[in-house]
């Protein structure tokens, strides 16, 4: 499914849509048995996709996804363009994987056509001073200091040089665009998630697609099965984008439709993100 990340689908001042939001449409689908093969069955719809054109933006879905092995989807969805948005489940926060023997760098450079990316140290930033990096220090009290403990072995890589390079391997299963559970994550995932959900029961009402009655398909097979899921979720689009442009008033004309509900949608509390 698609939409805006970027924007609340929230009504104008007039409680008119926002003509410049389109609504929520499906772009594409496959068939396979509950919880079976979602990196597979997800990168082949990505895949077509990309064959028609579609520019590649911010990517989220629930945990059956970011749980599957990077080679299978984590690394394909980055190397296509993608920006992908998880959600984790508690088990699965804190320390999870480092590179180089570091465990939190930042971006010095954007990644190459390949995945790879130069990182620095906080210090090097300027968001911390380092007693190894004495050119760090005297920013102001307002820097945390960072006093790394001795090692046998000596300062790890980044800590004698300015910046590595990390390959898109190291944290393969973790990364994502933006910082876990921050501002900006909110708002993007919980609008993509919502969107799917909120599309999904838009699809199963009874008293139009109903996709969830196994009886609106009366044929056996998946082949079969999939051409008309395909056919109803095209009428499902075609009914929200005809609802769309009846509640747009555009040229100071009056809507031909009223707007569904006036509700803006809720702003997710602070703390840490809820399940889904």
Known sequence: MTRDAEHDAVLLDDGA??????PVLVLGVALDKPGQRPAYNGLKVLNRLQERGYKPGYLAGDRAYNN????????PVRAMGYK?????REDQLG??????????LMPKQSADADGYQR???????GKAQCLIKPHTLGRGIHLPLIDPEPSPAGPVKVCRQNAITVSPEAGAKQWQALEYGG???????????????????YAK??????????????????AAQT???AFQLAHANRRKVKRWLETLALGGERPAAAPTTGARPKTPGPGHPPAS
């Open 17 to 22: 849509p926002n003509p410049e939001v389109l």
């Open 68 to 75: 599957s092995e990077p080679t299978e989807w984590q690394l």
């Open 84 to 88: 992908p948005v998880y959600d984790h």
């Open 95 to 104: 320390k999870q994987a480092g590179t180089e023997g570091v465990i939190r």
């Open 119 to 125: 990182m620095m140290c906080p210090a090097e930033a």
């Open 183 to 201: 501002p900006e994550w909110q708002k993007i995932y919980f609008r993509l998630r919502n969107s799917v959900e909120g599309c999904n029961g």
């Open 205 to 222: 009402n009874p008293l139009a697609e109903g996709i969830e009655a196994a009886g609106s398909r009366r044929i056996r097979g998946i």
């Open 227 to 229: 051409i008309l899921l």
